[in-house]
T-cell receptor, first 108, second 117 residues
Framework: AQRVTQPEKLLSVFKGAPVELKCNYS??????LFWYVQYSRQRLQLLLR??SRESIKGFTADLNKGETSFHLKKPFAQEEDSAMYYC??????????FGKGTKLSVKP | DTGVSQDPRHKITKRGQNVTFRCDPI?????LYWYRQTLGQGPEFLTY????????KSRLLSDRFSAERPKGSFSTLEIQRTEQGDSAMYLC???????????????FGQGTRLTVV
């Protein structure tokens, strides 16, 4: 069965602090991994995908196949990072499922 | 606006009534997804289409729910005999058929907020 676990519903940090949003997945085969973000009153949108090895808005994500984890990290959080973050494993042949999300709150 | 659009944005209905929502995907996208999102939860998958074919339905999609995409373009989601538990945000997303797994990016609409009173 496909399952995505984001253990923290809420993560609250101060501006400038490091942040790590955890994601563990259970998925048949080897899915591609994505993080989506939803800022207040905006649409859900793609933040980054693992394959690109990119840093978007200072965020990176490390895939650990042994632990089946795909944690999202940023060394210095900014207030504008406050949003809901969703981990999403996906295979091209299947549907797209999401974790329950982690609400990141960055305090000034 | 060339993004995914959903109509209506808000719907208030009495319990037992039928409601229908519409989603217009990005025009060249073959895939269309429906999700339900309640407060504090992530989007829960309901169903998805590839062109006009409905390829997968979640167990969440009870007999009262039906989705169509008759010409492979826009889609409708109908809920019959609505219940208070159906109150949620209904999200639509579209994507192209990826050549490779990492090509997938889903583009979301603003959602339709349903309130059943």
């Amino acid at each position: 069965a496909q399952r995505v676990t984001q253990p923290e519903k809420l993560l609250s940090v101060f501006k400038g602090a490091p942040v790590e949003l955890k994601c563990n997945y259970s998925y048949s085969g080897s899915p591609e991994l994505f993080w989506y973000v939803q800022y207040s009153r905006q649409r859900l949108q793609l933040l980054l995908r693992h394959i690109s090895r990119e840093s978007i808005k200072g965020f990176t994500a490390d895939l650990n196949k042994g632990e089946t984890s795909f944690h999202l990290k940023k060394p210095f959080a900014q207030e504008e990072d406050s949003a809901m973050y969703y981990c999403a494993p996906h295979k091209s042949q299947g549907n797209l499922i999401f974790g329950k999300g982690t609400k990141l709150s960055v305090k000034p | 606006d060339t993004g995914v659009s959903q109509d209506p944005r808000h719907k208030i209905t009495k319990r037992g009534q039928n409601v229908t929502f519409r989603c217009d995907p990005i025009s060249e996208h073959n895939r269309l997804y429906w999700y339900r999102q309640t407060l504090g939860q992530g989007p829960e998958f309901l169903t998805y289409f590839q062109n006009e074919a409905q390829l997968e339905k979640s167990r969440l999609l009870s007999d009262r729910f039906s989705a169509e995409r008759p010409k492979g373009s826009f889609s409708t989601l109908e809920i019959q005999r609505t219940e208070q538990g159906d109150s949620a945000m209904y999200l639509c997303a579209s994507s192209s058929i990826p050549a490779r797994d990492f090509d997938t990016e889903a583009f979301f609409g603003q959602g339709t907020r349903l309130t059943v009173v």
